[in-house]
């Protein structure tokens, strides 16, 4: 289970969306949530829709790994739309009555709810997931950090943060390994893992948090006086071999999500 | 060792990379071991990711416990399945319980420094933790599905919970103060145990 971890759901490519700068898929992700948590109309879900295909269809991942990434939500997904679907007051359309004073309606209402927060539900699920399906977590990682660099003024240590999270998820793979081998180590000796009530199962942790951690702490150090010993001295003047440029492309995708919100807003705002 | 957010100086080699792989730790103990409390909803779940940060702010001062928090936060940001709202309130909540508990144990280094920090932490996160959940997390995640309905259908099987009010009062708030104490607990435990290591050195 320890060695099926992931981090991001990366899914290398050479297309449009593939190819635009971190930075602005970032920035375009954002907007792209708060414009979906504003709108509202029922024409402006269709126009999202539209808009998320196209998304979808730009960034040439298969479907299906983007059907993989709902699948863990399937659960709220149903949740949510039974929900809506059975508790919206209206006009009743179809009604079961079970016993005294219970009995499940449906209304014209609520199917509509239903289906435009479920739309939203998916919308924000799809957003999100197609930025880190385009997008490698190292590429993430320097975006954050380009980003975060014009509030370096007031004391935000821009490449220092990108550095701790390229070395944690650098080292994810290994701790997981190394979790992994503890566990087995200290089932060889006995230890239970997997069965008892919480408070057992809490105890059995410590036999392998304690070498985890203490490990962890070795590599910390030894990480470090490498590091030190090539010269390391933070971000100043630091060059890399690919530069992040932005390009045609990113105009012409900021270009269209800002008419494409404009649009959603002046519809909100008429309607 | 200490590490000062705000001096303009570089964080050292040593900070980055304890800091990187305790928040390594934490992403993966937040991805791996989490389970529910019984008898409460199953969706509020007790997750180790915390552990790491508090040993990490005890051992390297509060500061540390900031950054490896952000670190978590920042990496679990790429796997979000809520656009960022959960992991606000996973970092308010997580910085809430570290920031007291290292503060008060940095000025008393003894065992009942480290248990009134830990009190007073655990407190912190289950203000913070029951706030998160009514300005940040309730206020999202009605955008979505009707939950003050849900909590009128909780009442019928709980008469205790039965609005949005008696979910933080009788949900939320024991729910943090449980977490925040098997974290504690946690801390308490493996801290004593794996401090002789750190600072032998």
């Not at chain 1, 954002?30 to 269709?46: E, G, H, K, P, R």
Request: charged fraction near 15%; include cysteine.
């Amino acid at each position: 289970m320890l060695k099926d971890i992931t981090l991001g759901q990366y899914v290398p490519g050479e297309s449009f969306i593939h190819k635009l700068d971190a930075r602005v898929k970032i920035v375009l992700t954002f907007v792209y949530i708060i414009i979906l948590f504003i709108i509202d109309q029922t024409i402006n879900y269709a126009l999202f829709t539209i808009f998320t295909a196209m998304l979808v269809f730009l960034s040439r991942v298969p479907i299906g790994f983007i059907l993989k990434g709902l699948k863990p939500m399937l659960f709220i997904l149903s949740f949510t739309a039974v929900i809506n679907l059975f508790m919206t007051q209206g006009e009743t359309i179809w009604s079961y009555h079970i016993v005294g004073s219970w009995s499940l309606e449906i209304t014209k209402e609520g199917i509509v709810i239903a289906v435009l927060m479920l739309l939203r539900l998916l919308y924000l699920v799809i957003g999100t997931s197609l930025l880190t399906l385009t997008t490698s977590p190292l590429m993430l990682t320097d975006g954050i950090e380009k980003l975060l660099e014009p509030f370096k003024k007031i004391g935000v240590p821009s490449h220092e943060i990108a550095m701790m999270m390229t070395i944690a998820i650098r080292f994810i793979p290994t701790l997981a390994e190394e979790t992994d081998k503890i566990m087995k180590a200290q089932m060889a000796r006995g230890a239970d893992f997997e069965s008892g009530n919480i408070v057992r199962r809490a105890k059995a942790m410590i036999p392998l948090l304690v070498p985890l951690f203490v490990s962890a702490f070795r590599r910390a150090d030894d990480l470090a006086v490498a590091m030190e010993s090539r010269c390391y001295r933070g971000g100043d003047n630091r060059t890399r071999m690919k530069q992040m440029k932005a390009t045609y492309r990113d105009a012409v995708a900021g270009a269209v999500v800002t008419l494409f919100c404009l649009v959603l807003i002046v519809n909100e705002i008429i309607l | 060792m200490q590490t000062n957010l705000n001096s303009h100086k570089v964080l050292s080699a040593h900070t980055l990379t304890r800091a990187g792989i305790l928040a390594g730790i934490s992403v993966i103990l937040m991805m791996v071991l989490e389970f529910p409390i019984p008898f409460m909803p199953p969706f509020l779940k007790v997750d180790f990711s915390n552990v790491p940060v508090l040993i990490g702010s005890f051992a390297f001062g509060p500061a540390m416990g900031f950054v490896i928090v952000l670190i978590k936060d920042l990496i679990h940001l790429l796997n979000t399945k809520t656009g960022g709202i959960g992991e606000l309130a996973d970092f308010l909540t997580a910085i809430s319980l570290a920031l007291p508990a290292s503060l008060i144990y940095k000025k008393h280094k003894s065992r009942k420094g480290a248990i009134l920090g830990m009190l007073a932490g655990i407190v912190a996160m289950t203000l913070v933790g029951t706030l998160a959940n009514k300005f940040i997390l309730i206020p999202f995640y009605s955008k979505m599905m009707p939950l003050e309905k849900i909590l009128e259908l909780c009442g019928k099987a709980n008469p205790l919970i039965n609005s949005t009010t008696t979910y933080l009062i009788y949900g939320v708030a024991p729910f943090n103060i449980i977490k925040a104490s098997i974290i504690s607990l946690f801390t308490m435990v493996l801290y004593k145990r794996i401090s002789n290591v750190i600072h032998a050195k």
